[in-house]
């Protein structure tokens, strides 16, 4: 990890330990302390519902510290949804803020999903919105990708 970067991890309960106890082996105790943790199903579903408005207002926040104290920072964030019966529509609005956000604020972002979760159409956006898609361990790089100038 880049010397003064923060990293935000948005992560679940479940998996988070294993991931902490891992980091620790591997860095140092200040290295460690650039690390700040999020709860996923919070970050996700502030507003009580997957809804990439609040999404983003949780974001913003989130990030605001950074932003103001001049501070680089990347995003890993491990996205979760209930059951696929959720609109996938909101998982593409989501995208594409995400998208805008990254290009406009130039910061590393990972975005990981459950690989046998996820259908072709999401698989779609996914390459749309993202120059780099990491799937069953090939970096890919998408030709599908458009950044978006504005917000649609």
């Known amino acids: 990890m880049p010397a003064g970067d923060c990293i935000l991890l948005i992560e679940n309960d479940r998996i988070y330990p ?4 891992h980091l620790k082996a591997l860095l140092t105790t200040d290295q460690m302390k650039m690390i700040h943790r999020i709860n996923n ?3 996700y579903y502030s507003s009580g519902s997957y809804h990439p408005p ?10 605001q510290p950074y ?12 996205v979760e949804w209930s059951t696929m019966e959720d609109p996938l529509h909101l998982i593409e609005d989501f995208e594409r803020i995400v998208d805008h956000a990254v290009n406009k604020l130039s910061f590393p972002l990972i975005c990981a999903y459950k690989g046998e979760r996820m259908p072709e159409y ?11 898609v990491l799937m069953e361990g ?5 030709e599908q990708y458009r950044p978006l100038t504005d917000v649609e």
């Open 18 to 21: 294993f991931i902490h106890t």
């Open 41 to 43: 199903f919070d970050f």
């Open 54 to 63: 609040a999404i983003l207002a949780y974001f913003d926040k989130s990030v």
């Open 67 to 78: 932003l103001e104290n001049k501070r680089s920072f990347r995003s890993w964030a491990h």
């Open 122 to 132: 999401l698989q779609t956006i996914l390459m749309e919105t993202h120059p780099y």
């Open 138 to 142: 090939d970096l890919i790089t998408s």
